[in-house]
């Protein structure tokens, strides 16, 4: 059973940083690209970050410059460095699997992390 574990939200300042952190199980991670969504409360959920097995990163337009993904395949985790925090990118995080034709996640959701930007 696939297994999705992030952490690292809270609250911050307009222009700070965090580092969210996800933990997988249950998949053979460092085969499969991996991503970053977000989902902010009546909108749709949106893939913000992707990281192949290599380390080729991909960013949407609205992170671009500010975020930066990584992963750890020996420790099954990849990571979401945010930088520069404004206000829109308050949401709530999760990482999945994305189908590298659409982004859209290959698997269920594990039960994210909450991103507050807010002074």
């Known amino acids: 059973q696939v297994q999705f574990v992030e952490s690292g939200g809270g609250l911050v300042q307009p222009g700070g940083s965090l580092r969210l952190s996800c933990a997988a199980s249950g998949i053979i991670f460092n085969r499969y690209n991996m991503g970053w969504y977000r989902q902010v409360p009546g909108k749709q959920r949106e893939l913000v970050a992707s990281?192949?097995?290599?380390?080729?990163?991909n960013y949407g337009n609205s992170v671009a410059g500010r975020f930066a993904i990584s992963r750890d395949n020996a420790q099954n985790t990849v990571y979401l460095q945010m930088n520069s925090l404004k206000p829109e990118d308050t949401a709530v995080y999760y990482c999945n699997r994305p189908i590298t034709t659409t982004g859209a996640p290959y698997y269920g959701w594990g039960q994210g992390t909450q991103v507050t930007v807010s002074s």
């Open positions: 990281i192949t097995p290599g380390g080729i990163t």
